[in-house]
């Protein structure tokens, strides 16, 4: 999710009302891009962990400890 530090300026800016509407604009697009970056790393462990995975039941399936 988003960190409580920007939550609490995006809620802040809301009350102010429709003057601060970029920089809430700008906060959520900075967070899609903060949430795309995680998502790749992410995706990259995933893809680490299913080799390592497919290692061991390979591994199991020779009968090696």
Do not use: N, W
């Not at 959520?28 to 680490?48: F, M």
Request: glycine share 6%; aromatic share 4%; proline share 3%.
């Amino acid at each position: 999710g988003m960190p409580l530090k920007q939550m609490k300026r995006f809620t802040s800016l809301a009350k102010e009302g429709r003057e601060t509407v970029d920089e809430r604009r700008h906060i959520l697009l900075h967070h899609a891009d903060a949430l795309k970056t995680r998502r790749r790393i992410l995706e990259k462990c995933e893809s680490v962990l299913a080799v390592k995975i497919a290692s061991y039941e390979k591994s199991e399936g020779e009968g090696v400890p």
